[in-house]
């Protein structure tokens, strides 16, 4: 006799991704923009959502959802620099998952946002496993780290919607090969959007907010229609 | 009736420190003490190993095994400073834990061994939960990484047995300060031994070096009595 084949296997979510479904379903009910942000310890995760809050202030609301396993470091500095700011200490955990950010954006005033950015735990590894319902996620690599963090790394640089590059400004100062390093990029993600900045001199952060804003702007066209 | 107390609960062993003891117990045998490196990543893991082989290849025999979710490129550059290296491939884990290490260390010849390195995965969080039967742990902090991170990842910080401060070199290029680091390291874990050095220059290797062959030969002298 011969094995009965089941013809059509239906997905069944996990519960982190169903409620990762119900997160993206909350920002769209209020037309606001969700972007993860994941990097290593120490990358310029808040320095790049500050810098990104300086130059979209004036046509953007933007909010914060931070998490760190301790203190409120990084939430404090996105509230002075004017955000609306949420800190989630992980207690111990290694990244973000649905059910913590669900708390974190319903601690927001969505009404009030355009966009709102989600700072994850510094790890190149475990947040990457993680849907929380955003629209886009990005990674910052740093000049610092070395080139080889793509080959080392390669299910967080699969995944993400672009790749900032931060730390420009001490390029002369470490054996950073760019061109190997865009060569790990583009093999794991092809054409995938980059974005070289400095936060210590704000070169290349112009680009990057540009772009971001043109994401929200035709997402919340695509709302409107 | 009242309930029943049990007087004295024993102090079960998980599975993985179980295996810990087990791989202390090899090491033991062979009289090889063993180092858990640990650090985010890029902090200079491999490049502070192969230093350390530079420094002691011709006193103490060196061995390295090295955790990776991908490649062998750092067991390949411990491989040609001449150390005996075994590359452990994850497979997407964040962490060495004792099953994967204990694998590793069998891959050595031990018997040809003094020092057993093991290069843990870049994470400076999920590591700190998983013993893995060497003798002392080390983190390697980086300037690039700020100051903060002692108070971010306060476990990683409380467990070790000594931290090394890499990239002193770039001091000028970062607002970096030491005061506030070494203020938060000693809060978590007093008096653990400090290590500021720089693998570009080789300022500060020969103190950790030092130090380390000298955690060796004690280790040695008291197996031998």
Redesign the interface.
């Known amino acids: 006799m011969d094995v009965i084949k089941v013809p059509v296997v239906e997905e069944i979510l996990s519960a982190n991704d169903q409620l990762a479904v119900a997160n993206r379903e909350l920002l769209d009910a209020n037309k606001v923009f969700g972007v993860n942000i994941m990097s ?3 990358s310029g995760k808040t320095s790049t959502i500050v810098a990104t809050q300086e130059r979209l202030k004036d046509s953007l609301r933007l909010g914060m959802v931070d998490g ?4 409120t ?1 990084d939430a404090d500095r996105a509230a002075e620099a004017g955000m609306q700011a949420v800190q989630i200490n992980t207690g ?1 955990n ?1 990244h973000l998952d649905a059910v913590m950010v669900s708390q974190g954006i319903r601690s927001l005033k969505l009404e009030d946002l355009d966009l709102m950015i989600i700072e994850n ?6 947040p990457s496993s993680f849907k929380l319902g955003t629209h886009i996620s990005v990674l910052i690599a ?1 000049v ?3 080139a ?2 793509p ?5 967080m640089y699969r995944g993400v919607d672009a790749v900032i590059i931060n ?1 420009i ?2 390029l002369p ?2 054996d950073f090969d760019m061109d190997y390093f865009v060569k790990g990029v583009e093999m794991l993600n092809p054409g995938v959007k980059s974005f070289p900045i400095s936060n210590k001199t704000g070169e290349g952060l112009d680009a990057w907010a540009d772009w971001l804003y043109e994401q929200v702007a035709a997402y919340q066209q695509s709302a409107a229609e």
Request: net charge negative.
């Open positions: 290593s310890p120490g760190d396993i301790a203190t470091i111990g290694c735990v510094g790890n190149l590894i475990c740093s610092p780290e070395g080889d963090k080959y080392k790394y390669p299910p730390k400004d001490v100062y470490f």
